[in-house]
């Protein structure tokens, strides 16, 4: 299926999240060398890269699963650098990770109760929501998440991650192994995501879709930033066509 027209760029408003001279390391390996970026209200942002450029320690940096070596974090106008996991999701982020990791022995409602964590039991009107996202959910809610296909795993990780009513919703590589039917229809719902007023911050190597979905994006090589701009800038830039699009 081919990438749809890039959307029309955001209304401008306050950044959401800012990132200001992030260093990352793993020991001695560095994995983000100061990287700057930013996301406003109401933004689908791409980040893209290759393998290892540091598309996925952002996020999780961003998240509090890791913590930076210096620079800051800053959401909403906080600090968060620092802030342990379930803290950051409490603050109202959300992190669909890479490899989906749904609870392969719990149901799918079990799953998406596990979401809701924040307010001590998920709220009828969340589930509606995500249901109505994810009429395929609906139909598997007693079924062991395991046992789902590669793509309502991964339908399943976004619901998981919407039932703590993120106003930020990271995705990590939803794209993922998946046929391009279902990422064609993963790309739609993300987008109705947004629609409803969730900001998005998506990693993901599937460039043309991402690129046709955001408002803007960040190209990260071994963990620096070389290229940022709006998304329908960068679908059309040499540099991105042939390092990202096949030419």
Known sequence: MEAQAAPAQATAAPALLELADLHVGYGAIAALKGIDLAVHQGEVVALLGA??????????????LLRPVSGEVRFAGER?????????VGLGIGHSPEGRRVFADMTVLENLQMGAYRFGKADPADLDRVFALFPRLKERH??????????EQQMLAIARALMGRPELLLLDEPSMGLAPIIVAQLFDIIREINTQGTTVLLVEQNAAQALALAHRAYVLET???TVEGPAADLLTDPRIREAYLGG
Request: hydrophobic share 30%; net charge positive; glycine share 22%.
């Open 51 to 64: 393998n290892g450029a540091g598309k996925s320690t952002t996020l999780r940096t961003i998240s509090g």
């Open 80 to 88: 968060i650098d620092g802030v342990p996991a379930h803290q950051v």
């Open 142 to 151: 007693r079924q062991a998440a395991g046992t789902l296909s590669g793509g």
């Open 223 to 225: 963990g620096t930033i």
